[in-house]
């Protein structure tokens, strides 16, 4: 455990320099964005929409998000590294700077001026919080899974556990050509769990407080 902690941590070091480094100095701007997501919203603007491929679960509240990972996550899907026909087949005719921009509104939307910051996660059960230490997750997702150490991470507590289960059996997932995420760090952390202990991280971190929301949305703009 103590050697793959230590290489976790390499691993996390070594994305964040990259990341810095390659980082490419565009803007979104939130007005544009508001122009720019009649794609999105047909999912992700409806309360309780469930998807169905590859098994029916709710689609991921993404209004609240941190700006650079809904960036990170669209640029995985047009690369190919996240794979999802319809989320690929969105991201492959957005620009970086629709990207941006798209980021950029819903990182803001929902936002509330004045919102409190959220304190450390409450522990779960004994055997919660043993598997929250086997995968080092708040040494990414932070004490709260609301504040990441890196941007380009997401922001977790409060997200749909059935959303969060698929995602997490994603990195799991090899050898399949339309579905599955491929992530060094996070295929690492996910193959340390049986499919059980993954449904019952991601319930135990669906149940905290977060920032994530599912803002109702049925005008295209």
Sequence with gaps: MNKFLSSLSV?????????????????????????????????????????????????????GQGEKYIVSALNAYKKGD???????????????????D?????????????????????????????????????????????????????????QHADYLFVALKSYKTEGNSTWGRANGIMGGVAKQYSNDELKELAKYVSSLPGELKTVPQNKFK
């Design 11 to 63: 691993l996390v070091v070594a994305c964040v320099t990259t990341l810095s480094v390659n980082a490419q100095d565009i803007k979104g701007d939130v007005k544009a964005g508001e122009k720019k997501i009649s794609m999105c919203i047909g999912c992700h603007g409806i309360a309780g929409y469930q998807a169905s491929f590859p098994e029916i679960y709710k689609v991921p509240k993404i209004s």
């Design 102 to 158: 798209i980021g950029a509104y819903y990182s803001a939307h929902g936002k509330v001026e004045g919102t409190p910051e959220l304190a450390k996660a409450a522990d779960g059960n004994a055997r919660v919080t043993a598997l929250v230490a086997k995968g080092a997750c708040v040494s990414c997702h932070g004490d709260n899974f609301n504040k990441p150490i890196d941007p380009s991470y997401p922001k977790i507590a409060g």
């Design 82 to 100: 996240r794979k999802h026909p319809s989320m690929r087949g969105i991201a492959d005719n957005l620009t970086d700077q629709d990207m941006a």
